[in-house]
């Protein structure tokens, strides 16, 4: 939790958060993640300063409860001071015990956000769903918050002026932005009208840009001229592969004078397809079955 320090901004674990998306699609299965359409509703999450704080800390752990899906889960909310923003211990089940940083007291309306990301700590341990380094795993949980419609909260906690700061998550503000994006663009939702917090919605509009960016990067055929121009170039040199930062790469089919064939990120699951060169096509995607017109 950045409380009063630097934030860090840009994208410097969209490796992570990409790898982290096409996890939850395997884990999960394409008909699992569309029921996820609906996000928490802001008014299911309020918290008033008026709220009792311990009654009110349970009722928004059971909403986020209710929104994972996950009935038989208990959670019991503390306070305590810490470092971090919050903390739950992973046991067996069904009672989990979650502490929140001592800061919530007096900042309820951010209660939410926090649980946010410890609920999705035990949906993930649930579904025995994690990366290797802690790090990834923080930004794992992050990304299936997000994905899965609780993880706005988290974005909308953060703010920033000339003299203090806060952000929640292990996510830069346009990384959760990203993220957000990616699912507004699978479930057609605005979650931007939910933000009361300027600094949000301007993370969520520059990480939109980047979303809409990778469905316009070829051989799909919403790319724009520049793009296809260095595509062509590269499909007719392509023992080079094909530029990073593009996504797509060459190489030949096995045996001797192989048919040449591109592989390329998914713009939603960003799992990799692969295609042969011959053209315009329609491929369908085989994890989150999202239907691409390419020219190969």
Known sequence: MANGGPVEHGYPHLETVRAAVTALYRRLSYDTVRTFSASVPPADV??????????????VAR?????FRLPDARLVVGFREMTHAANVELAAGPE?????NDRFRTHRGDIGAALAHEVAHVYLHRLDLAFPATSENEILTDTVAAYLGAGWLLLDAYREDGVSSQKLGYLTPEEFGYVLAKRALLFDEDPSVWFTSPQAYSAYVKGRELALRDGRQPPLTGAGWAGRRRYAHDRRHPS???PAAAGYAFSSGPGPGGDLRVSFPCPTCLQ????P???????RCGLCRTVLECDT
Do not use: N, P
């Open 240 to 242: 080079g592969g094909g």
């Open 272 to 275: 990799r397809i692969r295609l």
């Open 277 to 283: 060169v011959k053209g315009r096509v329609r491929a």
């Open 96 to 100: 989990y015990f979650v502490e929140l």
């Open 63 to 67: 909403e986020m409860v209710r929104h």
């Open 46 to 59: 309020a918290f008033c300063d008026t709220d009792d704080l311990h009654l009110g800390a349970q009722r």
